[in-house]
């Protein structure tokens, strides 16, 4: 695609039910980061995978939190038992490789009430 | 040490004026200063970007202005437009195999252009 996709773009869900988060990154792109923002905070780095495996998980807050990604492709980021402070915008990037400018979806907009 | 700090949170400046923005870090790891532009509903887009080898960076209107001994670097936008309006980041991010794209991201500052 044209551009790094997410989806859903919004989100309500109660709190305790489990909620997946869905990212299609630029074709190509071996590099793909999650990020969650806040409002009115900067961006918190969440994952970094480089193909299928994440060398990095060292951003996720808690053991509720997962990621995977699959075919170098598609990623899902999973919350369990969501609580109202994981309600904020996940943000996914991807980039060519881990050296190259990364470029950012419109994100998923999560609400837990 | 991780952390990249912004200033100020909110700024208005007049149509034509000089809009900038500062950040400071301590990681001298840090290796790579983007910075970043994000306007409502949509998610962050590269503006400029800095490495400690030079001291100034300029892009049309933008630049960046990196101190290295000060660990501080900014971003000044000549001749201010509305069109400019939008919450800016700083980020920095460390080089090496942990992924060069770890951005640490300051706290953002929303700018605001009066016509």
């Given at each position: 695609g044209a551009g790094v996709s997410q989806s859903p773009s919004n989100k309500v869900t109660e709190k305790g039910k489990d909620v997946e988060l869905r990212c299609d990154p630029i074709s190509g792109h071996t590099a793909l980061y999650w990020y969650r923002q806040r409002l009115g905070q900067g961006l918190e780095f969440l994952i970094y995978f480089q193909g299928n495996s994440a060398p990095d998980k060292s951003g996720l807050p808690s053991d509720r939190f997962s990621a995977e990604r699959t075919g170098e492709s598609v990623s899902t980021l999973t919350i369990q038992r969501?609580?109202?402070?994981?309600?904020?915008?996940?943000l996914c990037a991807s980039s060519v490789d881990r050296n190259t400018e990364a470029f950012f979806g419109q994100g998923t907009r999560l609400t837990v009430v | 040490q991780q952390q990249v700090k912004q200033s100020p949170q909110s700024l208005i400046v007049q149509k034509g004026g000089i809009s900038i923005i500062n950040c400071a870090y301590e990681n001298t790891?840090?290796?790579?200063?983007?910075?970043?532009?994000?306007?409502?509903?949509?998610?962050?887009a590269l503006l400029i970007a800095i490495r400690p080898d030079v001291s100034e960076k300029?892009?049309?209107?933008?630049?960046?202005?990196?101190?290295?001994?000060?660990k501080q670097f900014s971003l000044h936008i000549?001749?201010?437009?509305?069109?400019?309006?939008?919450?800016?980041?700083?980020?920095?991010?460390?080089?090496?195999?942990?992924?060069?794209?770890?951005?640490?991201?300051?706290?953002?500052?929303?700018?605001?252009?009066?016509?």
């Amino acid at each position: 695609g044209a551009g790094v996709s997410q989806s859903p773009s919004n989100k309500v869900t109660e709190k305790g039910k489990d909620v997946e988060l869905r990212c299609d990154p630029i074709s190509g792109h071996t590099a793909l980061y999650w990020y969650r923002q806040r409002l009115g905070q900067g961006l918190e780095f969440l994952i970094y995978f480089q193909g299928n495996s994440a060398p990095d998980k060292s951003g996720l807050p808690s053991d509720r939190f997962s990621a995977e990604r699959t075919g170098e492709s598609v990623s899902t980021l999973t919350i369990q038992r969501t609580q109202q402070e994981d309600s904020a915008v996940y943000l996914c990037a991807s980039s060519v490789d881990r050296n190259t400018e990364a470029f950012f979806g419109q994100g998923t907009r999560l609400t837990v009430v | 040490q991780q952390q990249v700090k912004q200033s100020p949170q909110s700024l208005i400046v007049q149509k034509g004026g000089i809009s900038i923005i500062n950040c400071a870090y301590e990681n001298t790891a840090f290796d790579y200063f983007p910075w970043y532009q994000q306007f409502p509903g949509k998610g962050p887009a590269l503006l400029i970007a800095i490495r400690p080898d030079v001291s100034e960076k300029k892009e049309g209107r933008f630049t960046i202005s990196f101190n290295k001994s000060a660990k501080q670097f900014s971003l000044h936008i000549m001749d201010s437009q509305p069109g400019d309006s939008a919450t800016y980041f700083c980020a920095a991010s460390p080089s090496g195999e942990q992924g060069a794209q770890k951005l640490v991201f300051g706290q953002g500052t929303r700018l605001t252009i009066n016509p």
